[in-house]
DNA sequence: ATGATAATGAAAACCGTTATCAATAATAAT
DNA sequence: ATTATTATTGATAACGGTTTTCATTATCAT
């Protein structure tokens, strides 16, 4: 049901336009699995939208993700990357990343228990240090198969 | 028992040298429980180290991250972070952080089931993809008191 | 002490990202 | 439909954190 409908709406009840490269890149980043820069989604879609500046894909990112429809990461490399959010709880995930060449592969190993667990620490963190917690990232960092040698 | 002796054996066992800037940092940042970047390292011992370059920071950190002596964390907010990195167990933490000031607390709540989990997690994900996992990072994404207004 | 060479500091280069600003396109009003 | 309003766009320049370059200096083995 997500769809180019769903994204106008979103953004028209937040008092944004419904443009052409807004529309490019949720198309883009919500038909790939992939975690893409902001430059590669440049590159991705200079072929099809020769006018497309990278400017604007900067700041479509940057709108899409305060709009609640992308999700930025950073990992220690400098560059942000984006992924497509999805609506429904099934894709809750995090990261596996390999250190040496960046590999970034999504995993859903034992969510429930992790939901779980997030839950007290969550309970615990908001009543000891009196923050309003929105959210929480895990990455697992190591070498893949091709990088240990 | 850490110390400068400690800290000059661990290089030169690696065949690095003993230097002034080096020893300088190692001390700022094991002193401080903050989470200093390299322009505040390089503020912090302005006063004390007049002839300092920041270049000689940032190589500094660097090389004391690779020789396990620092943490290097990055939050999303473009610089780098550094921490001393204790050798106990004890000190095992990860990180509160305020989205709108950057405040960054460490917390340790309930290490001992985080611990446990984790430890599933990594082998499943070793054996599924094939990593050889070295760490992992937790952090939670709120906002202060101060920033909830 | 001396020589070999790793480390340093200043400046310039680099890279991802953001600000500026005139031109354009999307929406509201007519 | 047409026009007016105003958000959005794209090119360029600017920006901030980090890295590279290279001549000088400091550390360490001899």
Same mark, same amino acid.
């Given at each position: ?13 937040? +008092?944004?336009?419904?443009? =052409? ?19 590669? =989604?440049? +590159? ?12 604007? =894909? ?59 667990? =997030?839950?007290? #620490? ?15 990232? #895990? ?11």
């Amino acid at each position: 049901m997500r769809g180019p409908g769903q994204w106008q709406h979103r953004l028209r009840r937040q +008092g944004a336009r419904w443009t =052409v490269p807004r529309r490019a890149i949720l198309e883009l980043l919500s038909r790939t699995s992939k975690h893409l820069s902001a430059k590669e =989604v440049y +590159g991705s879609l200079h072929r099809t939208n020769p006018g497309l500046g990278l400017t604007t =894909v900067y700041r479509t990112l940057d709108l899409l993700v305060r709009m609640g429809l992308l999700n930025k990461l950073s990992f220690g490399s400098g560059e942000s990357r984006y992924e497509f959010r999805s609506t429904d709880e099934e894709t809750h995930h995090h990261h596996l990343i390999c250190m040496q060449c960046g590999k970034i592969i999504d995993y859903t190993d034992f969510v429930d228990e992790e939901q779980e667990l =997030v839950k007290k #620490i969550e309970d615990s963190l908001a009543k000891k240090h009196g923050f309003k917690i929105n959210d929480h990232h #895990i990455e697992f960092l190591g070498l893949c198969p091709e990088c240990r040698g």
